[in-house]
């Protein structure tokens, strides 16, 4: 969100954003600097002070924060160290202060300290202090000096000043000379605040009398406690040479730069001497200077010229002060300085140091967030030395400058590792020299993967076909999800996240592996049960948290052609008439009745199918395969209605036989027959005869298995009747004829229902009936009662050609028992 402010902002808004932050760190950064003062010569592990303490961190702190020196120059690093366990600054080597920093009155060492988590540097810079450890020195043990007897008395005679290397109060020197009463010691102020020694002349000197003197001269320095250097001085008294050599000038001032080659003309240094001969004859030379001086510098002793010895440079030291002395053939001397001022020149490019570098950073570290930390140093002085840095290249970094010469590179801009994984900027540092220096370093910066990108699927919605009666773990689809991230963050896994596929169910059909993201049928699909479904597929990736998305997979499943047609009518075994002769439970093929006087396309029935397969696996044709008349007979194509295809005559059969095929259009096609019984008869009555002998002839077999069974039936129903009987008589002849029997003594006739329905003559479906005949009673002994007649057993031609159902024949076969005669007769039931 914080990204889309500044977008809104525009680049004005943007770019005074980014100057806040610099602004923040640049304060934040003046802010942290600290400053000691030690005095020098103190030994290794001696305590410069609680840095850990100063920078506001506590000794919990320590361990994580790894605070350590680290400074791009090259010999701050060994003088000081920090504990890791306390965090104190120790001095790491004996700081010697005139080594370090020569006659420069300040004296300090700067460098930087690295806090780790977060990253941040603080500049401290300590002082070190002179202390009273150099006592003053004399360039020789002993000094000579050639007075002519003919000086006056007050001439004044320069003498060789001590060197106290120390500074400050320290290096300030007062001379005494032991007492003698033909000299005194008096103190020259020179301009530049040193102190000149001079031997005054107290009373004429007589050669004859005393040849020579010998004094001593004590320089002592303002130190506490003092330090003092002693030098003999031997005076000679010569003869007459009143003229000492003279310099133009007390102090000459010289430029140079400091690429000048080894052997340039430095300054041409001449004296002059008003005495004649011998006592004219200058000679010059360099009075009592540093070693390091007089190996840059030459002098020639006959001219006065002098010249580069080495070559300068003004980093090391930036100005010379060197004592030239003139002396004349009577050993009179005169003194000048040449102060030598060496310009700086543009010679050393900028030093760029790596101090710290935070590499891998992760992508969502915030904007202003420190990656390295760099000490860029220039030993030259002015523009030359003042730098400027910059990044060169395209990366989302800045660099911020701090004082003490350190640079913080931070992040401009929001990291994105899917963009790109590597930054790689060049740091350019260039000075304010003519011509300018320049020098660069190179970051590499690598962006750590951080999980804020969710696995995307190539498509929002996958389509799949799978043909049904496919084998179990047969591949479906293969989705595939990208996640830009890194390692696990970009590892994918799939699962099933739900979806819905009828009453069938989802989860039971498909899975999916989890690493490939293939999808397997778990068992054989039938479109007949389920024609498609839908699943969700879950794509997550293995970061913490996870990041995952969803994908829809629909199934779309193929029809094959697995389903023959099923014949819903005529069906095989459906009810029908029982005949004569048939058991009461046995089936009959179906059959129709059409009448004789049919013409040609008489509807006969109907052929009815279904196919559970679809499309062109379900389209259904008919075709008539097989008749007892083939040209009597026709199928309808598309309708399977069997029509007849001329008018019926007195020569076609009465039982008509018609086989139709039912066939599919699938590859390769499945079909069915319909079987269908046809009687050429004008009504149902006529048509019975024609299907008792249909129904014997055809089902021979089936009507000799029922015969048995039927048999074994009346055997075992005699059996019990007979005992039953026996019972009952048992019981009559102990009680008399029963009641029930005496209210027989009529004939009776009973009808059970109605044996067809009232459009019986138009119907294919005939139903059965019973019929119970009673006939007269008579006398029967009781102790002689007979056993039941033998049941008549009529025919349904019988049955339907009498007038009336109460005056049954007994012809066509009936077997018959005793006639009738009159009183009480048993009932005769026939069904």
């Known amino acids: 969100m914080a990204l889309r402010r500044r977008q809104r902002r525009g680049p004005g808004g943007g770019r005074a954003l980014l100057g806040a932050v610099l602004l923040c760190v640049w304060w934040r950064a003046a802010a942290e600097r600290v400053r000691y003062a030690i005095p020098e010569e103190l030994g290794r592990g001696s305590l410069v002070g609680p840095l850990a303490r100063d920078l506001g961190l506590s000794a919990d702190e320590l361990p994580a924060r790894k605070l350590q020196v680290a400074s791009g ?16 600054l120790y001095v790491n080597e004996r700081l010697d202060r005139e080594e370090m920093c020569g006659q420069s009155v300040t004296c300090s060492v700067s460098f930087e300290v690295l806090v780790h988590n977060p990253l ?12 009273n450890d150099n006592s003053p020195t004399f360039s020789n043990a002993a000094l000579e000096l050639d007075i002519g007897e003919w000086t006056p008395t007050g001439a004044r005679f320069p003498l060789e000043m001590a060197q106290d290397t120390d500074v400050g109060s320290n290096s300030l020197l007062t001379y005494h000379l032991t007492s003698n009463p033909s000299f005194s010691l008096v103190i020259k102020e020179s301009p530049d605040g040193t102190n000149q020694p001079e031997l005054v002349l107290e009373r004429a000197l007589d050669r004859e009398q005393q040849g020579f003197f010998e004094l001593e001269l004590t320089a002592v ?36 730069r400091e690429d000048a080659a080894p052997g340039s003309t430095v300054l041409n240094i001449s004296a002059s001497d008003a005495d004649t001969g011998n006592n004219a004859r200058i000679t010059y030379g360099f009075g009592k200077m540093p070693a390091k001086v007089l190996q840059k510098f030459m002098m020639d002793a006959e001219s006065g010229m002098i010249t580069i010895k080495e070559a300068l440079d003004f980093e090391d030291t930036s100005a010379y002060t060197l004592l030239v002395e003139a002396r004349d053939g009577g050993g009179l001397m005169a003194q000048c300085k040449v102060v030598l001022e060496v310009l700086d020149v543009n010679d050393n490019p900028p030093e760029i140091t790596i101090l710290s570098l935070s590499s891998p950073v992760p992508e969502d570290a915030p904007v202003g967030s420190v990656v390295a930390v760099l000490n860029v140093n220039d030993p030259d002085s002015g523009e030359n030395g003042q730098v400027s840095c910059e990044l060169s290249g395209e990366a989302p970094l800045s660099i911020v400058a701090s004082p003490g010469g350190s640079y913080k590179v931070v992040t401009a801009s929001a990291l994105d590792r899917e963009q790109a994984a590597e930054h790689r900027v060049t740091v350019v540092a260039r000075d304010r020299g003519r011509p300018a220096l320049w020098s660069s370093a190179e970051l590499v910066l690598e962006v750590s993967d951080v999980n804020d990108n969710a696995p995307v699927f190539e498509e929002a919605a996958y389509s799949a076909y799978v043909a049904e009666n496919n084998a179990a773990g047969a591949l479906v689809l293969r989705v595939q999800a990208r996640d830009a991230d890194a390692g696990a963050n970009g590892r994918v896994s799939y699962w099933l996240a739900g979806g819905s596929a009828g009453a069938a169910g989802a989860a039971p059909l498909v899975s999916v592996e989890a690493r490939s993201g293939a999808l397997y049928a778990q068992r054989s699909l039938d479109y007949e049960q389920c024609r498609e479904f839908a699943v969700a597929v879950r794509a997550q990736d293995g970061g913490a948290p996870a990041r995952s998305s969803t994908a829809t997979v629909r199934v779309f499943v193929l029809d094959r052609n697995d389903n023959a047609p099923r014949v819903l ?100 096609a499945l079909s069915a027959t319909a079987t269908l019984h046809v009687v050429l008869a004008e009504s149902l009555q006529e048509a019975l005869p024609e299907l008792s002998e249909r129904a014997a002839g055809a089902e021979a077999p089936a009507a000799e298995l029922q015969f048995y069974l039927v048999l074994a039936l009346a055997l075992l129903s005699a059996l019990l009747v007979l005992s039953v009987a026996l019972a009952v008589l048992a019981r009559l002849r102990r009680a008399g004829p029963p009641a029930v029997l005496r209210c027989l003594g009529a004939q009776r006739f009973s009808v059970a229902g109605a044996a067809f329905p009232a459009d019986f003559c138009e119907g294919t479906l005939p139903y059965s009936y019973n019929l119970c005949v009673a006939a007269p009673a008579r006398a029967v002994p009781e102790a002689a009662w007979p056993p039941p007649p033998p049941v008549p057993v009529l025919s349904a031609e019988e049955l339907l050609a009498g007038d009336s159902c109460d005056k049954p024949s007994l012809n066509n076969g009936a077997v018959v028992g005793e006639p009738p005669s009159v009183g009480d007769a048993p009932q005769v039931c026939k069904a």
């Open 73 to 88: 120059g090259k010999k701050q690093l060994k003088y000081f160290t920090v504990s890791e366990e306390n965090g104190n």
């Open 120 to 131: 941040n540097v603080f500049h401290v810079e300590v002082a070190i202090e002179d202390v």
């Open 221 to 256: 320095d303002a130190g506490d406690p003092a330090r003092s250097g002693t030098v003999k001085i031997r005076v000679n008294v010569t003869d007459l040479n009143d003229n000492p050599p003279v310099f133009s000038q007390d102090r000459y001032r010289v430029r140079l």
């Open 569 to 668: 009518w005529p069906a095989a075994g459906a009810g029908a008439p029982v005949a004569p002769g048939e058991a009461a439970g046995a089936a009959a093929p179906p059959f129709e009745v059409v009448p004789r006087s049919a013409e040609a396309g008489y509807l006969v029935a109907k052929v009815v199918a279904v196919d559970a397969d679809a499309g062109r696996n379900a389209w259904l044709s008919y075709e008539l395969v097989q008749a007892s008349e083939p040209a009597l007979f026709r199928v309808g194509l598309h309708s399977g209605e069997v029509r007849t295809a001329r008018a019926v005559s007195e020569r076609d059969a009465a039982k008509q036989r018609v086989v139709a095929v039912v066939k599919d259009h699938g590859q390769p």
